[in-house]
């Protein structure tokens, strides 16, 4: 499995709106800025975000985004799974079905059955709250 672009960069503007909260909207141009990243890809990004109730946006002067939930309330798995689908590493898992084109290596299955499984253990078991909280950590902790 691997995370795409779309799916790094959403977990990065996510952390950064709860990272930033000041109860104030956020704008796309500051998280931008800030992470560096394409305006208009972040633009494309918020979208999604926003019509799966994730963010909601503040229109006019002043506007930007707000998460609709407390940062706890949102885990890694949500954001990827959002923007990824799933995140099996072979067809048939989510719906517990071996693939049988692969009968005869059955075996395999399980394997993949266990990387899908450790990958979901990690990625639901971390809130952005968790991540904001590991960010400061390693702000305090830097030392020039």
């Known amino acids: ?13 996510m952390l950064d709106l709860a990272a930033y909260n000041t109860g104030e909207p956020i704008s796309i141009k ?4 800030r992470q560096a990243i394409s305006e208009k890809y972040l633009e494309q990004i918020i979208s999604v975000l926003n019509r799966a109730g994730y963010v909601r946006s503040v229109r006019g ?3 930007g985004y707000l998460l ?12 990827f799974r959002l ?7 072979v067809e048939g ?7 049988l084109a692969d009968h005869p290596e059955l075996v395999t299955y ?5 990387i899908y499984e450790a990958v979901n253990q990690v990625v639901d078991h ?3 709250a968790d991540l904001v909280d590991h960010q400061r950590q390693l702000a305090d902790n830097y030392v020039i």
């Open 1 to 13: 499995m691997k995370i795409s672009t779309k799916g790094r960069y959403a977990l990065r503007l």
């Open 30 to 33: 500051d998280i931008a800025r």
């Open 61 to 63: 002067a002043g506007g």
């Open 68 to 79: 609709t939930r407390d940062p706890k309330e949102y885990t890694v798995g949500m954001i």
């Open 83 to 89: 923007t990824e689908g799933s995140l099996a590493p």
């Open 93 to 99: 898992l989510e719906d517990g079905k071996p693939d």
């Open 110 to 114: 399980d394997v993949y059955r266990k």
């Open 126 to 128: 971390i809130t952005l």
